[in-house]
């Protein structure tokens, strides 16, 4: 028997596709990064110079997770979710979809408001001296109001990353199941 044609390797049809898997894995890390920085910054207690060099980065991973994020979200909007790998309670498919619906948000909503946040201050989008977008003046409200989306989402995002990361793990080695397995090879054996 061939390797393509063993049930253990084929791709179930529930699965995701390379474009998906491939979407998912580029916009985590890139997330992951700008929110780890942006956690450093603020809570890290670091020098103020090098507060400054990491704003350079931070910038630059949340830009490229707003600029990719634009097609990834609309692919999985054109695509719709699979249904779950293995036989789950009703309450979790909702749990879970709720958690794929509310990152989905954030990997829009967090770079939009670092974006907005900082135009709407009388500062021009720059990133290691290259102008990507102008200031828009002082808009005291809008700067307000970003600022909140900015500093206060990331904590429900911590909560939704622990809720999604832990069933990962969980499907993976007590479910014994190919949650994660179709997330990484796309295989529907874990
Ligand atoms: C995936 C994208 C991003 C994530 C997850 C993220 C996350 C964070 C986090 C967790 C903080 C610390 C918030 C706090 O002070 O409690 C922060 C701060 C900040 N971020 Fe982002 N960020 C992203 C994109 C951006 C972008 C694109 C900009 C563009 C200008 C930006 C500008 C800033 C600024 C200026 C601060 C300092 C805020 C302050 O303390 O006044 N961020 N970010
Ligand atoms: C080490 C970190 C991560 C692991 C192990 C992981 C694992 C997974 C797995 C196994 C799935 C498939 C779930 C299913 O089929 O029911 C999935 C889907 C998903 N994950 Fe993650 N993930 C991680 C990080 C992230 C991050 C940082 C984000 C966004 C900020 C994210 C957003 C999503 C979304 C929206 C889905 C739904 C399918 C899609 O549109 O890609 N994940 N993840």
Redesign the pocket.
């Known amino acids: 028997m061939t390797l393509t044609s063993s049930p253990s390797r084929r791709r179930a049809p529930s699965s995701y596709g390379c474009v998906s898997r491939f979407n998912h894995w580029l916009t985590a890390t890139?997330?992951i990064g700008?929110?780890g920085?942006?956690?450093v910054?603020?809570?890290g207690g670091l020098p103020r110079e090098s507060v400054g060099a990491l704003?350079g980065w931070?910038?630059a991973?949340?830009?490229a997770?707003?600029a990719y994020?634009l097609w990834r979200v609309g692919w999985r909007i054109a695509k719709g979710f699979p249904p779950p790998a293995s036989e789950t309670h009703a309450w979790q498919i909702a749990a879970s979809k709720a958690v794929h619906v509310g990152l989905l948000a954030?990997?829009l909503a967090?770079?939009?408001?670092?974006?907005l946040?900082?135009v709407s201050a009388g500062r021009a989008?720059s990133i290691w001296g290259v102008t990507l977008l102008p200031s828009l003046g002082e808009i005291g409200w809008l700067e307000t109001a970003a600022?909140a989306v900015?500093?206060q989402l990331?904590f429900a995002?911590l909560a939704m990353l622990a809720l999604h990361i832990g069933a990962a793990l969980k499907h993976h080695f007590i479910d014994h199941d190919a949650t994660l397995a179709r997330m990484t090879s796309g295989r529907i054996r874990a």
Not at 110 to 115: R, Y
């Open positions: 890139l997330f700008a929110l920085l942006g956690l910054m603020a809570y704003m931070h910038k991973l949340g830009v997770t707003i994020g954030a990997i967090m770079p939009l408001s670092g974006i946040m900082t989008l600022e900015h500093t990331p995002v």
